[in-house]
């Protein structure tokens, strides 16, 4: 059985010390939080009720989560 995916971004903010989700896929999403896996599943709760808002049919569906982190080093 092929589940729709759907592609989360999930991104580091060093000057506001959380992580952000955002997708293209899923219009609406903006959520943030200090914790990676937190933002996680608030991003596993709120997908589906967006998906609704947005008149993309329900049911059983897959989420790809891709983060990126940048740092500055100094030595």
């Known amino acids: 059985m ?9 991104t580091w903010d060093n000057e ?7 997708s293209e ?8 939080s200090g914790s ?3 933002l996680i599943e608030r991003v596993r709760f709120a997908a589906p ?4 808002l947005n008149g993309i ?4 569906f897959s989420m790809c989560f891709r983060s ?3 740092e500055m080093v100094c030595q």
């Open 2 to 10: 092929n589940l729709p995916e759907y592609t989360v971004s999930l």
């Open 16 to 22: 506001a010390a959380v992580w952000i989700a955002t």
């Open 25 to 32: 896929d899923i219009a609406g999403l903006a959520l943030e």
């Open 36 to 38: 990676l896996d937190a």
């Open 49 to 52: 009720e967006l998906l609704e």
């Open 57 to 60: 049919a329900q049911g059983a």
């Open 68 to 70: 990126e982190r940048h």
